[in-house]
């Protein structure tokens, strides 16, 4: 089945920022910035979900409140943008679609961004909220974090640095399109390169080079959890694009999963590009594949 009319949404606006960084391969960071805080754009807003804004534990959030969730359930969100760009607000719309169908609430982590404050200051941010939102009172098995592309990442290795803490772990964690091999060894990283209108390896290898302070290892589990020993981890729900370069990462992460003997299900769509739910409420394959993750969620 061909993709719909709506998703081409995503694409145009993927291509359009890909044309604009061609043509301007000297573009500064904060116009860079400007630029990919469009993200929310091919999203419609979210019904019934109010929103505010706090600090918690020093890091900014937005908390996204769907009308009737259940209060003791929280999304904890990473957001996307090769850990340079993106921010909680170009994501909040996004993860109020996903907190409303799973019926929980969630918060969307404005965490420090490369190359200001690169690895692993982006973890430290995370750890300092799930510790607070323990202290508040929220139960471990009652939150779950998620997060898109290199906040994908970052819902992941942030499990991981709980529980090299020590301290509980969330009930399950979703990744959509997560970007987590920092060593760009993906085979869909070429095979897909004709397709994906915006990741390609120069700009992962880019933001990478943002990411890593000289002398950490790309294969740091805490950067790259393709290295990480996932026994233990909670159950996992992973989607990513047909067409997508980081399409392989997302595979990659099941079968490291499975092997650990975690509970993971992969979601493959046919024809969306890279973290085609930022498209919620606009294009019916993301509606029925956040239906998918909803009936998951509650299960």
């Not at 990480?228 to 079968?255: C, K, M, Q, S, W």
Request: with cysteine; aromatic share 8%; glycine share 8%.
């Amino acid at each position: 089945m061909s993709p719909s009319r709506e998703s081409d949404s995503l694409r145009a606006l993927y291509q359009g920022w890909t044309d604009r960084m061609v043509a301007d391969p000297a573009m500064d960071l904060p116009t860079m910035r400007d630029m990919f805080d469009q993200w929310h754009s091919t999203a419609s807003e979210p019904e019934d979900v109010r929103y505010k804004t706090e600090t918690v534990a020093g890091v900014p959030v937005i908390w996204a409140l769907p009308d009737g969730a259940d209060e003791a359930k929280l999304m904890i969100y990473t957001h996307g943008g090769g850990f340079a760009v993106g921010s909680a607000d170009s994501h909040r719309k996004m993860a109020g679609h996903t907190a409303k169908a799973c019926g929980a609430n969630a918060i969307v982590v404005d965490y420090r961004r490369a190359p200001e404050d690169p690895f692993p200051a982006q973890l430290e941010d995370s750890l300092a909220v799930y510790k607070e939102l323990l202290d508040r009172g929220y139960k471990a098995e009652n939150m779950s974090t998620i997060g898109d592309s290199a906040g994908g990442n970052l819902a992941v290795a942030s499990v991981l640095k709980f529980r090299e803490e020590g301290l509980p772990l969330p009930g399950c964690v979703i990744a959509y399109s997560p970007w987590l091999d920092m060593e760009h060894k993906g085979k869909t990283l070429d095979t897909n390169a004709d397709t994906d209108a915006l990741v390609s390896r120069a700009i992962l290898e880019g933001m990478a080079g943002m990411f890593l302070p000289e002398g950490a290892s790309p294969s740091d589990p805490l950067a790259n959890p393709l290295y990480a020993d996932l026994t233990g981890f909670p159950r996992l729900y992973i989607n990513v694009g047909g067409v997508e370069t980081l399409r392989d990462n997302g595979e990659r992460l099941h079968a490291l999963a499975t092997a650990a003997g975690v509970d993971s299900t992969l979601s493959i769509v046919d024809g969306m590009q890279h973290v085609f739910p930022s498209m919620s409420g606009t294009a019916p394959e993301v509606d029925e594949e956040i239906q998918r993750v909803a009936t998951w969620y509650k299960k």
